[in-house]
């Protein structure tokens, strides 16, 4: 039963690149939530979304960043013109319906800009 | 804005001491999880809180909610090296919201 699926793994990117995320939920989960961590520190939310709807975009940055979950296929979190700020490990989890808090993270994909 | 507050940041132990981390908020949760997150993986469940007052216990763990469900503590008995990792609070303030997490504790256990 395969878990929360993230790729890829690792992406390395020059500034001023697009860097596209992709994340797979748990079999029978419809809700996925992106998290971006930094060095030493816990999560910070981005985005909760629901499959073609986005429940809760309050933590994602305003220009650059987008997320998507379509009816069919993975979700995409996708960033514009990466700056090196943006170097981090970027989180997807999924759960079977609305938050109860107990979610389901894969590995993360960590995106180093250079 | 809703805030956990996760104390201490950095704890270096040796192998048999006890330990405690807290978990603080200014608001009330309608639910409380800790995970455990090992270096390159995701983080992993642990235990949910949800009633105040609740303490859970999985084997030298034990988890407590305040009675506000404001806060709550984890506790380890006897810390081994394997409990080296980081540990992170998280709640939900609003059913079906968002989760939102503390900013950890690295818990480093020596031989």
């Known amino acids: 039963n395969a878990g929360v699926m993230q790729n890829p793994r690792h992406l390395v990117r020059r500034r001023g690149q697009e860097a596209r995320l992709r994340c797979s939920p748990m079999?029978?989960?419809?809700?996925v939530y992106w998290y971006r961590q930094l060095p030493e520190e816990g999560l910070k939310f981005m985005v909760y979304?629901?499959?073609?709807?986005?429940?809760?975009e309050s933590g994602m940055p305003k220009e650059r960043f987008s997320a998507e979950f379509p009816k069919e296929g993975p979700s995409i979190l996708r960033i514009q013109q990466v700056v090196r700020g943006d170097s981090a490990a970027y989180f997807c989890?999924?759960?079977?319906?609305?938050?109860?808090?107990?979610?389901?993270f894969g590995e993360g994909s960590r995106l180093t800009v250079l | 804005t809703q805030l956990l507050e996760q104390s201490p940041q950095f704890l270096s132990i040796q192998e048999g001491e006890n330990l405690t981390v807290y978990c603080n908020s200014s608001?009330?949760?309608?639910?409380l999880q800790w995970y455990r997150q090992e270096p390159g993986e995701g983080p992993v469940l642990l235990v949910t809180?949800?009633?105040?007052?609740e303490v859970k216990k999985l084997k030298r763990l034990t988890f407590q909610f305040g009675d506000a469900r404001k806060d709550s503590s984890l506790h380890i008995t006897a810390a081994q090296p394997g409990d080296t990792g980081l540990y992170l609070c998280?709640?939900?303030?609003?059913?079906?919201?968002?989760?939102?997490f503390g900013q950890g504790t690295e818990l480093s256990v020596k031989p």
């Open positions: 989890a999924s759960s079977p319906g609305l938050t109860t808090g107990e979610l389901f």
């Open positions: 079999k029978g989960h419809s809700h």
């Open positions: 979304l629901q499959k073609e709807n986005i429940i809760d």
């Open positions: 608001s009330v949760f309608s639910s």
């Open positions: 809180v949800v009633t105040g007052g």
């Open positions: 998280a709640g939900v303030y609003n059913q079906g919201g968002k989760l939102i």
